[in-house]
């Protein structure tokens, strides 16, 4: 299983149960719970875990999700199914042109049920960098059938979610200490 894949399975299980920031002088600045940015929505779900996110009108979302600066995601989670830990390549296309990238299916399901799939882009800031410069982004998932669904995402107001994103899991600036120290 892919590391940052797992990782992403178990903060979008964890992002559903809200919890409340932590004030403590080595905790990231308090943020909101939650902004509506336009067609996207920033999540805060506690200890320095935050998720920015886009839903389309068939219901699949688009979002990146990190519970600190060195582990974020970029996520897709639709109605097409999809074997856990398998990769799939995938056409991204966007104001700015197209690029071939690979996700990982992870099964994300909590005990009481029995799938729940999201797809993990596997080049993080590719798609990241694509998020944040296009204002509308869509990608082929090939199906069995020798078919392709085409999910497609507004990205009027990532950039301001994303940024939301960032203060939340910015590591917090430890105050100098005036006293001894051994390092």
Known sequence: MNPNASAVALLLLAATAASAPSNSPTSPPTMPD????????????????????????SGSTL????????????????ATACEDG?????????????VSASLTCENIASASEKKNFVFVFDD???ILSTIMKDQSIGVALPLASGQFRVTRFSLTGSNETLAAVNRTIKPAVKAVSNTDQTL
Do not use: H, R
Request: glycine share 8%.
């Open 86 to 98: 398998a990769k799939y390549p995938v056409l991204v296309n966007a104001d700015s042109g197209a």
């Open 34 to 57: 939650k902004i509506v940015e336009k067609d996207w929505v920033y999540q805060n779900a506690g200890n320095g875990t935050a998720i920015a996110y886009t839903n389309n009108d």
């Open 124 to 126: 993080f800031s590719t």
């Open 63 to 78: 979002g990146v999700i990190c519970i600190a600066a060195q582990n974020c995601s970029v996520y897709l989670k639709t």
